[in-house]
């Protein structure tokens, strides 16, 4: 690309843009073209940009009457910001945030609204500036991408003619996914944003319609979903939090939950309170789709459907943190997912899949649900014997295969501490001589695990009619009851 003055350069182009008022449009073009080629892959490009002040040029671009220039400034922002967190925080401190929502807003092209989002989802993986982008982006991203390229609320799922590119939506959803990590403010603001929830379910109903449980928004919408699904209970609105425990009052107070294990002898052999939420409103609206029953089968479709792993991990990872807690809304959530939308087989699968995060994430689910006394026989029923296959032969290798382990040893606790026919159900399975390795590692990465399994050990001795199964099977009381596995158990006290 050549100049009248001769090969163009970064420091030429930037120099153009310094002095636009005496340039013409296609030389200005050519300038911005030539710093978003440049910068494209090239980190030293993005950072001399920087040094020469061309971020700020550029955004006064952004108002010129000139579709094309628009484009480019845009395309070379989305460049100059990627993975340089310096050019990001520049751009927020232009004050360019807002001039990019109002091109957003009122640009007709095409190709100038991709590069706006995927500029702005390139920002918000800057943690300084995910608050700001909710407070200056979050409605805008709402109202101009995610509502009409969802098809909500016309209720007809939009096809390629009326998606005219679906970067678009892509792009926007990975912005909005970056922001949904903000913090419970950030939730808050974004759980009460009108028609984003909405949106996000729409479209992913239809992703599943259409058979496309792989599409990657599908994967951005999920994750979306899943971070606002965090500590709902405890964040929910005053009005919606009346709503969902005014069923409680008849409920004693006496009777306390023991939650994933007892924390006292006494308390390990009280039954799960079964808390039913209110009637289900057959349209919900906004954060009431959240833990509504048509969410929770969405969820458990992807499950079954998708291969993306982050797909499954959000799906997962949805329905751990709805069914977290004490509350009426984890044990109707529960209910749901066991009993009426038949969501163990699906839960299984991921038992037995190589990504061990996905892996993770279903143990710590069906430890959650395993804590509903209501479904444990359906639970240890339908999963049991794969909880204790997967299970390690010795000692867990990583961080995550440690964690997993103690999950699974928690499982089981909540399944056999007050079934004596699940205890046998777990000894009939050969699980024990597994547990009974991992009980005894006492290294620093593996203690969580060694303790799950004491603790297991421990509770699985106060089945006293199984004393002689046990026996039978060449275990012996030293096996259950010792020094380490009192330990472990007296701790839960604490």
């Not at 460049?79 to 807003?105: A, M």
Request: proline share 5%.
């Amino acid at each position: 690309l050549r100049s009248p003055e001769g090969e163009m350069t970064l420091e030429r182009a930037v120099s153009i843009l310094k002095s636009e008022n005496t340039q013409s449009a296609p030389r200005i073009l050519a300038a911005v073209t030539f710093i978003q080629h440049e910068c494209f892959q090239k980190a030293d490009a993005r950072r001399r940009v920087f040094s020469l002040g061309g971020i700020p040029k550029l955004l006064q671009l952004l108002d010129v009457q000139n579709e094309d220039i628009q484009r480019a400034s845009c395309g070379a922002l989305r460049n100059l910001v990627f993975e340089d967190n310096d050019n990001k925080l520049e751009v927020s401190e232009q004050k360019g945030i807002p001039l990019l929502l109002r091109l957003l807003r009122h640009t007709r092209d095409v190709e100038t609204k991709k590069q706006i989002t995927g500029l702005l989802w390139n920002l918000s993986s800057n943690d300084q500036l995910k608050h700001l982008l909710i407070r200056e982006a979050l409605q805008t991203l709402t109202e101009a991408v995610l509502i009409p390229y969802s098809g909500w609320p016309d209720r007809d799922y939009p096809k390629s003619s009326v998606l005219p590119d679906p970067d678009i939506f892509y792009n926007a959803t990975g912005c909005l996914r970056n922001m949904s990590s903000a913090g419970p403010e950030g939730r808050k603001k974004m759980r009460e944003c009108d028609g984003l929830i909405d949106s996000l379910v729409y479209y992913i109903q239809g992703a599943i319609a259409d058979h496309e449980p792989n599409d990657k928004a599908t994967e951005n919408c999920v994750c979306i979903l899943h971070n606002l699904s965090y500590q709902l209970e405890i964040e929910l609105p005053e009005s919606y939090a009346q709503s969902i425990y005014m069923q409680r009052r008849n409920i004693s107070s006496n009777d306390k939950t023991p939650g994933c294990f007892g924390t006292r002898s006494r308390k390990v052999k009280e039954k799960q309170q079964d808390t039913p939420l209110p009637e289900e409103k057959s349209n919900p609206r906004g954060v009431e789709s959240l833990w509504h029953s048509t969410l929770i089968r969405i969820y458990l479709s992807l499950i079954a459907k998708s291969t993306r792993n982050y797909t499954q991990e959000a799906s997962l990872g949805a329905l751990q943190n709805l069914t977290a807690g004490t509350g009426p809304m984890p044990f109707a959530v529960a209910q749901t997912v066991v009993q009426k939308a038949n969501g163990l087989p699906s839960i299984r699968t991921m038992l037995h899949v190589s990504h061990p995060t996905v892996k993770k994430t279903a143990v710590s689910l069906l430890r959650n649900l395993s804590r509903n006394t209501s479904l444990q026989s359906d639970i240890a029923r339908e999963v049991l014997p794969d909880l204790v296959s997967i299970l390690p032969e010795s000692v867990p290798g990583s961080d995550i295969v440690c964690e997993t382990t103690a999950s699974v040893c928690y499982t089981l606790y909540n399944l056999t501490q007050s079934s004596s026919h699940n205890a046998r159900l777990l000894l009939s399975t050969d699980g024990l001589p597994k547990i009974i390795t991992i009980s005894m590692n006492d290294s620093n990465m593996s203690s969580k695990a060694s303790r799950a399994a004491s603790v297991l050990l421990y509770s699985l001795w106060s089945h006293t009619d199984l004393h002689s199964a046990y026996k039978k099977a060449d275990f012996k009381k030293a096996d259950f009851i010792n020094t380490r596995t009192t330990k472990a158990y007296n701790s839960l006290k604490d």
